[in-house]
């Protein structure tokens, strides 16, 4: 049997939500925690091993949980001429979604 490895980097707003729904639809899920992206924002990393076929139900379930959406978040910016003085101001940005990799495994165990 061919097997995938199917690796989904979600805000972590959203991998609660994402696991108990994988977890439910018998998908077995290993979550690590990361960081990145443009707000530098708490981000997980999950790792889910799953038949070729079941690739495209996966990746189905995600889309399903992990919708973009705008949000606004206050950003300091310093007023023109004033390099030590800073104010606040609003920027609107899109998070959520996914970011998905699909890869081949050439071996899996379960011991």
Request: with cysteine; charged share 25%; hydrophobic share 40%.
């Amino acid at each position: 049997m061919s097997m995938k490895l199917v690796i989904v980097v979600v805000q972590d707003d959203d991998a609660g939500d994402l696991i108990e729904r994988l977890v439910h639809s018998r998908f077995s899920t290993t979550k690590l925690a990361s960081t990145g992206g443009f707000l530098k924002e708490g981000n997980t990393t999950l790792m889910v091993g799953v038949s070729d076929e079941q690739v495209e139900e996966v990746i189905e379930i995600i889309k399903e949980m992990c919708q973009s959406r705008r949000q606004t978040f206050t950003a300091p910016v310093p007023p023109t001429g004033s390099a030590n003085v800073f104010i606040p101001y609003p920027i609107e940005v899109m998070v959520g979604g996914a970011t998905i990799f699909v890869l081949d495994i050439d071996q899996f165990e379960k011991v």
